[in-house]
């Protein structure tokens, strides 16, 4: 069984099925080396994503689809009942890498539905991979749609503020909110990206800046206390993050630090937009349901191998905020762009599909 997808884009590709295997982009190594990771199991899958060298709500359901077809094509079960138990455990241990970013589980979910339609292992082995594929072959062609919906909101001549690294590298190509920047230069309106470092892991500046100087698209990266001084000084005119979980009421959970960026934007009248796919929806949890992950203490104390603060200092290290419906101006999805009052709009969408 070999079914491989590599996209056709001109943008960086994140995230592949080759020949029985799962290639990924090692985002730890960026900006320096651009190198691939091969993985051969569902585990290494796991790892992958625990240790951001796979990050982003997209990139990561699709690594979590991809890692349950590894287990399936793995498996050396001779009964249905036994590679479903098999897919059982692998799904736990995928599900738990990372809590906050539904798409994982959204992921998961749809592969381990399509195995239990069939009867026979080789049926299994072979839909699993196969609903991998499509899903990856899906978010490239969901990002662009979702791109020229919000490439719609943006005027030319716009300075666009973007927090963490909602681009190629956190889907399996194009992006979110760097997909909306994408489909603006290729309507040819002018337009300036300012990119946020995004501390303690820097995404905005080892990932999105690499992204759009890879791509020739005009960024500049700013410590992410400049924020407000650039607002107050008149030099941003749109803000667009994407988002690792959106709620029903139009709560959205986003790289921490989102927030603070969201209230800043309100404050100086600048609308504030978010970008995700429908995938990206949570219509059943409410926000006391919400896990907001916490990651290592070493991310904050040391930059690379150097230490920056005291040994016996208090760390907290979360990795996710929620940034409230009244801040946001838009929300833009492959259907469409969600105005408020959001819990209304968003069930009309749903219950259109």
């Known amino acids: 069984m070999a079914l491989d997808h590599k996209s056709p884009s001109d943008v960086l590709t994140t995230i592949y099925w080759d020949n029985n295997s799962v290639k990924l982009i090692d ?10 990771i091969t993985c051969f199991t569902y585990l290494e899958v796991a790892d992958s994503i625990k240790r951001l060298a796979i990050r982003g709500a997209p990139a990561i359901g699709v690594a979590a689809a991809m890692g349950l077809a590894l287990c399936a094509i793995n498996s050396s079960s001779s009964t249905k009942a036994k590679i479903i138990d098999e897919l059982k455990s692998a799904y736990q241990i995928l599900l738990e890498t990372r809590p906050t970013a539904i798409n994982l589980k959204w992921g998961l979910d749809r592969v381990f539905r399509e195995a239990e339609k069939y009867e026979t292992v080789e ?5 699993t991979v196969a609903c991998a594929i499509k899903m990856s072959q899906e978010d490239i062609a969901i990002n662009k749609k979702l791109g020229n919906y919000g490439s719609d909101l943006i005027n030319d001549g716009d300075v666009v503020m973007t ?12 992006g979110t909110a760097l997909g909306v920047i994408r489909s603006v230069k290729k309507s040819g309106k002018k337009i300036s990206v300012i990119a946020t470092e995004t501390r303690p892991v820097m995404q905005g ?8 100087v890879h791509d020739e698209i005009d960024v500049s990266l700013i410590p992410d206390t400049a924020v407000g001084h650039l ?3 008149k030099m941003i005119d749109k803000v667009i993050v994407g988002a690792d979980r959106i709620l029903k009421t139009g709560h959205v959970y986003n790289k921490i630090g989102t927030y603070q960026v969201a209230l800043l934007a309100k404050s100086h009248g600048i609308p504030f937009y978010v970008a995700a796919p429908l995938s990206t929806f949570d ?5 006391s349901d919400i896990v907001i992950e916490e990651r290592s203490v070493e991310e904050v104390i040391k930059i690379g191998d150097k230490r920056i603060a005291p040994a016996g200092v208090r760390i907290f290290n979360p990795a996710f905020d929620l940034t409230p419906p009244e ?7 492959e259907n469409g ?5 959001y819990e209304k709009n968003v069930r009309i969408l749903f219950n259109s599909l």
Do not use: D
Not at 123 to 127: A, G, L, Q, W
Not at 337 to 341: D, H, N, Y
């Open 123 to 127: 049926e299994i082995k072979k839909n």
């Open 27 to 36: 985002q730890t190594r960026l900006p320096e080396k651009l190198e691939t």
């Open 163 to 174: 927090h963490c690294n909602a681009g190629a590298l956190a889907t399996v190509s194009y």
């Open 205 to 212: 500046s080892r990932l999105t800046a690499f992204e759009l």
């Open 337 to 341: 762009v969600i105005s408020p009052p």
């Open 283 to 287: 219509l059943n949890n409410e926000t």
């Open 327 to 333: 801040l946001i101006a838009g929300i833009i999805t």
């Open 231 to 233: 607002m107050a000084n």
